[in-house]
């Protein structure tokens, strides 16, 4: 499965995006997807995951309360929606796929990923 990931950019403190992570190939529907973030120096780490069929979602506790995840299944795209946004949120995101049961918060659970969109937070 090949992914996509868009609308990452500059905002203040306190500011809102919505990422988008385009998916083709294999059936987007089956799959378990979620994002991911990197800041400069510092290890990936998991910021919201949701199932395949887009009734289970989960997030980091560092997002919880201000980000949304979703999934449209005929647009094979899922979403991250991001509130309250804080300098600390500043990193580079990607989304990811995988097809398998297993650890849905690690990096290294995950087959398919997307090239990483930035997202920079002035304060």
């Known amino acids: 499965v090949q992914l996509q990931a868009s609308g990452g950019g500059l905002v203040q403190a306190g500011g809102s995006l919505r990422l988008s992570c385009a998916a083709s190939?294999?059936?987007?529907?089956?799959?378990?997807m979620a994002w991911f973030r990197q800041a400069p120096g510092k290890e990936r780490e998991f910021v919201a995951g949701?199932?395949?069929?887009?009734?289970?979602?989960y997030y980091a506790d560092s997002v919880k309360g201000r980000s949304t995840i979703s999934k449209n299944n005929a647009k094979n795209t899922v979403y991250l929606q991001m509130n309250s946004l804080k300098p600390e949120d500043t990193a580079v995101y990607s989304c990811?796929?995988?097809?398998?049961?297993?650890?849905?918060?690690?990096?290294?659970?995950?087959?398919?990923w997307g090239q990483g969109t930035q997202v920079t937070v002035s304060s």
């Open positions: 190939g294999r059936t987007f529907s089956a799959s378990h």
């Open positions: 949701i199932s395949w069929s887009g009734e289970s979602t």
């Open positions: 990811a796929a995988k097809f398998t049961s297993g650890n849905h918060y690690s990096p290294a659970g995950f087959a398919y």
